[in-house]
């Protein structure tokens, strides 16, 4: 059994868990492997570094002409890392994997989204917080999608 994690473990966590998902995508993004009709975009990256691989690799550079062009070595490492990612073994694993890792990404964004919503409507009222409210019900069937 997993030990109880406090809010702080748990925050660093999800950290982790998401910035290996974009990590992932961009790794089978570059190897040239991404699956037909898989759309993403540059607001699936929340990190800026990852952000800009995203535009860089669209734009047809590769993950080592953008690792040589960084400044610092962290920024460096870590594109170099993404040259070393697994972008998955078959096509159904690879499919399977990038799904897993855009949903991921997704329902990070939708929570951050619907916390900001929820701060938001404490301090509306009338007919703007129900607007508000319709929003967030709004952002929970994107995420009841998202778990089908």
């Known amino acids: ?60 550079r590769t993950l080592a002409a953008m690792a040589d062009s960084q400044v610092g070595d962290e920024e460096r490492s870590r594109i170099a890392r ?14 399977r994997m990038v799904k897993d890792c855009l949903n ?3 329902k990070d964004r939708l929570a951050r989204k619907k916390q900001e919503l929820l701060e938001k409507v404490k301090h509306l009222e009338g007919q703007k917080k129900q607007e508000a409210l319709e929003e967030f019900r709004a952002l929970m069937q994107q995420e009841k999608q998202l778990d089908q």
């Not at 993404?82 to 499919?95: F, Y």
């Open 104 to 106: 991921t990404i997704r």
């Open 1 to 60: 059994m997993e030990p109880i994690r406090t809010q702080e473990e748990r925050r660093n966590h999800k950290n982790v868990a998401l910035e290996n998902a974009q990590e992932t995508i961009l790794a089978v993004l570059a190897a040239g492997q991404l699956p037909v009709g898989t759309a993403i975009s540059e607001e699936d990256f929340d990190d800026q570094l990852l952000r800009e691989v995203y535009l860089g690799l669209c734009a047809g």
């Open 82 to 95: 993404l040259m070393k990612r697994d972008a998955g073994e078959d096509t159904t694993q690879r499919l």
